[in-house]
């Protein structure tokens, strides 16, 4: 045996026997643990040295988001990384996962395969751990999620949809609800919530109605800056909080014959005038992430628009975050708008007009690395695009702790508090179109009442599209309502009577018996965007519409994909409307829908409406308070509602001049934006203005508000201008403030408004950003029909806007 014995200084500390070191005192030098991983140094300071130290695959990874629900594999209570997410890792370096925990008849998941809360974390916590385990460089994986009205998964809280969230206008309120499903998500290990949607919705026939704030660039851009700022909080790294990414950038909403994606054709006055504000407030409170959309503008797709993502998006609003394609987006440019040949020209036209990351990650892979090495692409991009990534990951703090406590997210997770603010939200989202004769609200000492309709008691049909599978403990349906509401006191007949679209199975005589049996009725009705197991997709995630087949059909007429040609309302519901009225008995319709639908009928004949769009998990209860009087409503219509498809387009801010009537009736629509009724009466009296013109201007607008009736209640007061002689032709008025504001019967209250610079700003004939001096025409009112108090102001000098 070979047996030497090393000296250091004067200790015989280790002894070489064969080869083989053995050292019981032997301290190795100590390893220089690299700069990006050190939480002292700056973020830049990391972000260089990570992209310094990374291979181009490694770079190309982290521009890639693959779909999450095939990364992890479940056998019963336990879950682990698949194959697929193993193979992700090892060849392509993935750095980002969306809808991991995405459940629905797309995904296959189910309440069996998918994950509950504690699961959920589970499994993210198991993802993480095999990118630290397993590459070389342990960059954390950003997941993303679907976060329009709660996290899209199973367990979460379900608030009402976008529509209905802007139906409040309590944007204090639906900040607080972001706060909530941004902690829901975070907690299972999400750091990216997709949302809120911007997009201006003035073509109802469009499918995505629902997932909007309606149609007005002030009302979407209060929203917007509501659910970014509860979505991030004042510190991403907070572990309850998450990255709003803001969609779908820019004008998808009004899409030519309402077709999803299709091409727009507008002016660039009009996109800075009224498509891209909500956006540009948004990104102004901090948002750090912006999706592209679909569709084109005057010919160029968004994905491939640098004057969008570029010069509009950074240059002038500053926007320092990441840029991500909507799903195969980028592939869209060569499979759907034909403007590239082939998907390396894809990929090198997205990434040279702005974008840093490719959800779906077909294009940015092998296409964008080959045309980085033909030189369509430089390296000082790619690096760029990577960078913006990383540094939020740091600043998110995910490399000092990449996971997440499952406990803590099956505790937390639609908790007592989270329910109750559903209900808040969805109380607050119903609008009264219709009360002759004081129908409602109801009387507790009814005897008995019908309650029919296909909405009436169809959890499914009240939640809308991105919706995970539900437990039906969870989920409250306008019958449940109602009979938790009388608990017994009075019968209660529920006869369904049709479907939304299917005409197999119609019982309306049977309807009929239940309401002649009753006091008063309440049908429910309206449309549905509830996926099913028998729906198609493409790839995109987007339903396809099936015009063959046998059997029945599905309720779903609307949701991502399902754009209609007509407004009316479908299958028997009409019907059973009808033959319901006929009995005489007081009747309240009960609409539940993703976009306006033709009330024409109703309006005329029943003599109460309430719209409560998809009001989520709590909408039975959220609806039955508003029916018997336990909530005063105070919604308002965040859309026009038109009288005919005929009519449209038909947004209230149309440009000069005034509308006509056609033939066959009026050009107005059957519901103004921003109307809405309550149990109350308000007054508005001693309208009062301040002017201030100095080096800046500013106005300030007082009205008192009196609430003349016995009932406590809501108003929401709207604050209206017109420029009268402006340079360039501007809308017949337009929405600029607004305030839910509470009184007690008969309190006086005095509204303040105030209002700046940007507030009077036009685009001019040379594009340029300016308040004109002339006369301004203020109206303050209940909606942008019934302006109750209006003043005039003379501005006396130009101002620029910089």
Known sequence: MNITMIRKGSIWSCLLISGM??????????????????????VEERVKDLLGRMTQEEKIGQLSTLLGWEMYDKKGDKVRVSAKFKEA???????????????????????????????????????????????????????AEECPHGHMAIGTTVFPTSIGQSSTWDPELIGRMAGV???????????????????????????RVEETYGEDPVLNGIMGVAMVKGFQGTHIGSGRNVISTLKHFAAYGVPEGGHNGGGVNTGVRELYQSYLPPFKAAVEAGALSV???????????????????????????????????????????????????????????????????????????????????????SQERIDEAVARMLRLKFEMGLF????????????????????????????????LLKNEKHTLPFSRSIKSIAVVGPNADNMYNQLGDYTAPQ?????????????????????????????????????????????????????VIGGSSARDFKTEYISTGAATVSQQGTGTVSDMESGEGYDRSTLDLLGKQLDLLQAVVRTGKPVVVVFIGGRPLNLNWAEANAPAILNAWYPGQEGGNAIADVLFGDFNPAGRLPVSVPRSVGQLPVYYNYKSPQKHDYVEGPSGPLYDFGFGLSYSKF?????????????????????????????????????????????????????????????????????????????????????EPVVEAGVFKLMVGASSKDIRLETKININQNYKIK
């Open 21 to 42: 070191v053995c050292c019981p005192f032997f301290v190795p030098a100590q390893q220089t643990v690299p700069r990006y991983k050190d939480p002292k140094a700056t």
């Open 181 to 207: 499903i941004a902690m829901e998500a975070r907690l299972q290990g999400a750091h990216i919530g997709y949302g809120p949607v911007l997009d201006l919705a003035r073509e109802p026939r469009w499918s």
């Open 683 to 767: 007054d508005y009296k001693n309208l009062q203005v301040s002017l201030k013109e100095t080096t800046d201007l500013q106005l300030d607008i007082n009205v008192e508000l009196t609430n003349t009736s016995d009932v406590d209640g809501d108003e929401v007061v709207q604050l209206y201008i017109h420029d009268e002689a402006a340079s360039v032709v501007v809308p017949v008025k337009q929405l600029k403030a607004f305030r839910r504001v509470h009184l007690k019967a008969h309190e006086t209250k005095t509204v303040s408004f105030g209002l700046l610079k940007n507030d009077l700003m036009l685009y001019n004939q040379l594009m």
């Open 400 to 431: 000092e702790n990449p996971y997440v406590k499952p406990k803590l997210a099956k505790q937390v997770v639609r908790n007592k508090a989270a329910v109750a603010l559903a209900r808040q939200v969805a109380r607050e989202s119903v609008v």
């Open 89 to 143: 890792i090892a060849q392509r370096h993935i750095g980002n996962l969306w809808a991991t925990l995405r459940a629905d008849p797309w995904t296959k998941k189910t309440l069996l395969t998918g994950l509950d809360p504690y699961l959920a974390a589970e499994a993210t916590n198991e993802l993480q751990r095999y990118v630290m385990e397993h590459s070389r460089l342990q960059i954390p994986v950003f997941i």
């Open 291 to 377: 999706m592209a959309a679909y569709n084109s503008i005057d010919g160029i797709p968004c994905s491939a628009n640098a004057w969008l993502m570029n010069d509009v998006l950074r240059k002038q609003w500053g926007f320092n975050g990441f840029m991500v394609s909507d799903l195969g987006s980028i592939d869209g440019l060569l499979t759907a708008n034909h403007v590239a040949a082939d998907m390396k020209e894809a990929a090198a036209m997205a990434m040279n007009a702005g974008l840093d990351n490719d959800l779906g990650g077909v294009a940015f892979s092998a296409p964008l690395m080959e045309a980085l090495k033909n030189g369509t692409v």
């Open 471 to 523: 437990d039906s403990a969870n989920v409250f349906t306008l019958l449940e309502g109602i009979q938790a509401k009388l608990n017994g006191a009075a019968k209660v007949n529920y006869v369904k009577g049709c479907d939304i679209r299917d005409t197999t199975d119609v019982r309306i005589d049977a309807a009929v018996a239940a309401v002649q049996a009753a006091d008063v009725a309440v049908v």
